[in-house]
């Protein structure tokens, strides 16, 4: 066939036509429409600037491309190689100018607010038939008469009637705006230069629309990788069933890609050979609808799954080989079931439930990408070297759980720690991308420097930073700290049955939230908090700590917690009752009991971390 590229002027009203007729498409490799309506930051292109810009040089100066295919019944089909959001853009004014030009409905709007009338929603009715007129609709409307027919039963009619000419006027002032020089028509006479690419592949057009963008910086590296794998498929899924869970998500994927385009879109069809960024997009999309913490591809910057594959790999260039991709698959699975396993062993959901209702389980969701990607390749790392899996969660479990608790700490101190955790770094690029591939080396490394001594003086400076003693006041009783429900949890998991699970928990004071004290310390302290059956705490209320042991389950779950509820006799040394309510009388001796129960929690937490 032969090539040629042929350059066009189109007046708006055809390229509407064709959209309207369906005789343009939107190809795989085409990115996602992205410009907002109105500028939202500065010098960033918008639909509103670019249709300011087309009615004051009434030509789109800048060529939109496309490839061009004559069917056999001599029609036409075009495929967008370049424009998209101009084309959107154009579509969009032209079916609802007044969603981009709003401001040309304020005096109208005025008129109508104007109105002395009771029935407000049949005014809200109207100035919404105004707002979602077309182009087409408000430039040839002779009169607003017929848009007020639906309320001519009611009072408001006649009302309407006495402002129809002020209304008409307006109205006749909204379409002098929307003309040309306020003579003529926008779609009728604003010229859209096109390039045709008559007979190219789609290969080829792929191609194009990488040159076109790749040297002016509007593509991201994904939406370059669209255009550089889009015909890199010789590589086949050996397993059936994971492969039409893959097809699946890659179809959820192109759908997404085509909500809010006014352009016929790409369908993934299952018949279709799956190109290399198809596989990565929809294994992505598979596994974050298997895991958690698995976030969907963007199209911004680079997913984690390229990262993922490109660090395996070395590249994407030639390396998409069916045995390539199959162990990609696998390894990336296993180290996925890994990571959650060790995300439940922190947390297991069934206790953390009960206890936190679900906010520390959410706060591992929220790793970063490039956190992820290390975590990932360290799992893969372990796993080729033949590690058990008990010792990889240990090493992740140490990892995860460090990086969570610097987050805690007040930027003085964090310094001091941020230097072992590994997954937490400030530059970007060619160091993070050696990182993850050194990591697949060496996986140990990503709790290595995390000794046991390290931890304790962390768990020290947290809970020097969260002792904020005060002089008695009424105050609301703060949030829980992350590290705080880490340690209280595994002390949970560790000393209390788990025939008590289905029972419902509160975090409450040991010392009475409602006590008054003199001078200064902090009835919040970590060490005055318990993990507390809920029907124990409201039997005692702000009572003796000897009311839980006579509660339902008390005696039983008191035996649990021994080393952390204070015996009776410690307990009157530092409270006492005047009037039913409780004084703290010993400050020092309350002080002296936090401090124990604190470093309770903390071996008990190191413990089951190290030992």
């Given at each position: 066939?032969?090539?040629?590229?042929?350059?066009?002027?189109?007046?708006?009203?055809?390229?509407?036509?064709?959209?309207?007729?369906?005789?343009?498409?939107?190809?795989?490799?085409?990115?996602?429409?992205?410009?907002?309506?109105?500028?939202?930051?500065?010098?960033?292109?918008?639909?509103?600037?670019?249709?300011?810009?087309?009615?004051?040089?009434?030509?789109?100066?800048?060529?939109?491309?496309?490839?061009?295919?004559?069917?056999?019944?001599?029609?036409?089909?075009?495929?967008?190689?370049?424009?998209?959001?101009?084309?959107?853009?154009?579509?969009?004014?032209?079916?609802?100018?007044?969603?981009?030009?709003?401001?040309?409905?304020?005096?109208?709007?005025?008129?109508?607010?104007?109105?002395?009338?009771?029935?407000?929603?049949?005014?809200?009715?109207?100035?919404?038939?105004?707002?979602?007129?077309?182009?087409?609709?408000?430039?040839?409307?002779?009169?607003?008469?017929?848009?007020?027919k639906q309320i001519n039963k009611t009072k408001l009619h006649s009302k309407i009637l006495i402002k129809q000419n002020e209304i008409d006027e307006e109205i006749e002032i909204i379409q002098e705006k929307l003309k040309l020089n306020g003579e003529d028509n926008f779609d009728n006479n604003v010229k859209i230069n096109?390039?045709?690419?008559?007979?190219?592949?789609?290969?080829?057009?792929?191609?194009?629309?990488?040159?076109?963008?790749?040297?002016?910086?509007?593509?991201?590296?994904?939406?370059?990788?669209?255009?550089?794998?889009?015909?890199?498929?010789?590589?086949?899924?050996?397993?059936?069933?994971?492969?039409?869970?893959?097809?699946?998500?890659?179809?959820?994927?192109?759908?997404?890609?085509?909500?809010?385009?006014?352009?016929?879109?790409?369908?993934?069809?299952?018949?279709?050979?799956?190109?290399?960024?198809?596989?990565?997009?929809?294994?992505?999309?598979?596994?974050?609808?298997?895991?958690?913490?698995?976030?969907?591809?963007?199209?911004?910057?680079?997913?984690?799954?390229?990262?993922?594959?490109?660090?395996?790999?070395?590249?994407?260039?030639?390396?998409?080989?069916?045995?390539?991709?199959?162990?990609?698959?696998?390894?990336?699975?296993?180290?996925?079931?890994?990571?959650?396993?060790?995300?439940?062993?922190?947390?297991?959901?069934?206790?953390?439930?009960?206890?936190?209702?679900?906010?520390?389980?959410?706060?591992?969701?929220?790793?970063?990408?490039?956190?992820?990607?290390?975590?990932?390749?360290?799992?893969?790392?372990?796993?080729?070297?033949?590690?058990?899996?008990?010792?990889?969660i240990k090493h992740l479990e140490k990892c995860l759980i460090f990086h969570f608790m610097i987050r805690d700490l007040s930027l003085k101190h964090k310094e001091e720690f941020r230097k072992y955790d590994f997954i937490s770094y400030k530059v970007g690029g060619n160091f993070v991308e050696n990182l993850i591939k050194n990591t697949l080396v060496n996986p140990s490394n990503i709790s290595n420097l995390i000794t046991k001594e390290i931890f304790d003086n962390l768990l020290n400076a947290l809970f020097f930073e969260t002792n904020n003693p005060y002089e008695y006041k009424s105050k609301k009783r703060r949030a829980l700290k992350f590290f705080e429900k880490t340690i209280m949890f595994y002390y949970y998991k560790e000393k209390v049955s788990t025939n008590m699970l289905e029972k419902e928990f509160s975090i409450e004071h040991i010392i009475p939230n409602s006590c008054v004290w003199n001078d200064e310390l902090d009835k919040d302290r970590t060490g005055n908090l318990i993990p507390i059956l809920t029907n124990m705490n409201c039997s005692r209320q702000n009572s003796h700590i000897k009311k839980y042991k006579k509660s339902i389950d008390g005696n039983e779950f008191c035996a649990f917690i021994k080393d952390i509820i204070p015996t009776d006799d410690t307990y009157d040394s530092i409270v006492s009752y005047k009037d039913r309510c409780p004084n703290i009388i010993n400050n020092e001796l309350y002080n002296n009991l936090c401090t124990k129960n604190e470093n309770c929690y903390k071996n008990n937490f190191l413990h089951c971390l190290f030992d």
């Amino acid at each position: 066939m032969n090539k040629s590229i042929k350059n066009e002027q189109w007046y708006v009203k055809q390229l509407i036509s064709k959209i309207n007729n369906q005789e343009i498409c939107k190809p795989k490799f085409q990115r996602k429409r992205k410009w907002d309506i109105k500028c939202k930051k500065e010098n960033t292109p918008n639909e509103y600037s670019y249709i300011k810009f087309l009615y004051e040089s009434e030509n789109s100066v800048h060529a939109i491309t496309f490839g061009q295919d004559t069917t056999n019944s001599g029609v036409c089909r075009y495929s967008n190689i370049d424009g998209n959001n101009r084309i959107n853009a154009i579509k969009h004014f032209m079916d609802k100018p007044f969603e981009i030009f709003d401001e040309y409905l304020v005096t109208l709007f005025q008129l109508l607010d104007d109105i002395d009338t009771e029935d407000k929603e049949d005014i809200v009715l109207i100035k919404n038939i105004f707002q979602n007129l077309s182009y087409n609709e408000i430039i040839h409307m002779k009169t607003s008469a017929k848009y007020f027919k639906q309320i001519n039963k009611t009072k408001l009619h006649s009302k309407i009637l006495i402002k129809q000419n002020e209304i008409d006027e307006e109205i006749e002032i909204i379409q002098e705006k929307l003309k040309l020089n306020g003579e003529d028509n926008f779609d009728n006479n604003v010229k859209i230069n096109v390039n045709l690419f008559d007979g190219y592949t789609i290969d080829e057009l792929s191609k194009t629309f990488e040159d076109i963008n790749k040297y002016d910086s509007q593509l991201t590296e994904v939406e370059l990788l669209s255009c550089q794998l889009f015909s890199d498929n010789e590589f086949e899924i050996y397993d059936n069933v994971l492969k039409a869970e893959l097809e699946n998500a890659i179809k959820n994927y192109y759908e997404m890609k085509a909500e809010g385009e006014v352009l016929i879109c790409h369908e993934y069809n299952f018949k279709d050979d799956m190109n290399s960024h198809d596989f990565i997009i929809g294994f992505q999309k598979m596994c974050y609808d298997r895991y958690v913490f698995i976030r969907e591809s963007d199209s911004d910057s680079v997913s984690l799954f390229f990262k993922l594959y490109k660090a395996i790999n070395g590249s994407f260039k030639d390396t998409f080989t069916s045995k390539n991709v199959n162990h990609f698959m696998k390894t990336t699975l296993v180290s996925c079931d890994i990571m959650t396993e060790t995300i439940s062993n922190i947390f297991t959901d069934k206790i953390n439930k009960k206890l936190f209702n679900n906010a520390c389980q959410e706060k591992l969701k929220l790793l970063k990408k490039n956190n992820l990607c290390v975590l990932l390749c360290s799992i893969i790392g372990f796993v080729n070297n033949s590690i058990k899996k008990d010792e990889i969660i240990k090493h992740l479990e140490k990892c995860l759980i460090f990086h969570f608790m610097i987050r805690d700490l007040s930027l003085k101190h964090k310094e001091e720690f941020r230097k072992y955790d590994f997954i937490s770094y400030k530059v970007g690029g060619n160091f993070v991308e050696n990182l993850i591939k050194n990591t697949l080396v060496n996986p140990s490394n990503i709790s290595n420097l995390i000794t046991k001594e390290i931890f304790d003086n962390l768990l020290n400076a947290l809970f020097f930073e969260t002792n904020n003693p005060y002089e008695y006041k009424s105050k609301k009783r703060r949030a829980l700290k992350f590290f705080e429900k880490t340690i209280m949890f595994y002390y949970y998991k560790e000393k209390v049955s788990t025939n008590m699970l289905e029972k419902e928990f509160s975090i409450e004071h040991i010392i009475p939230n409602s006590c008054v004290w003199n001078d200064e310390l902090d009835k919040d302290r970590t060490g005055n908090l318990i993990p507390i059956l809920t029907n124990m705490n409201c039997s005692r209320q702000n009572s003796h700590i000897k009311k839980y042991k006579k509660s339902i389950d008390g005696n039983e779950f008191c035996a649990f917690i021994k080393d952390i509820i204070p015996t009776d006799d410690t307990y009157d040394s530092i409270v006492s009752y005047k009037d039913r309510c409780p004084n703290i009388i010993n400050n020092e001796l309350y002080n002296n009991l936090c401090t124990k129960n604190e470093n309770c929690y903390k071996n008990n937490f190191l413990h089951c971390l190290f030992d």
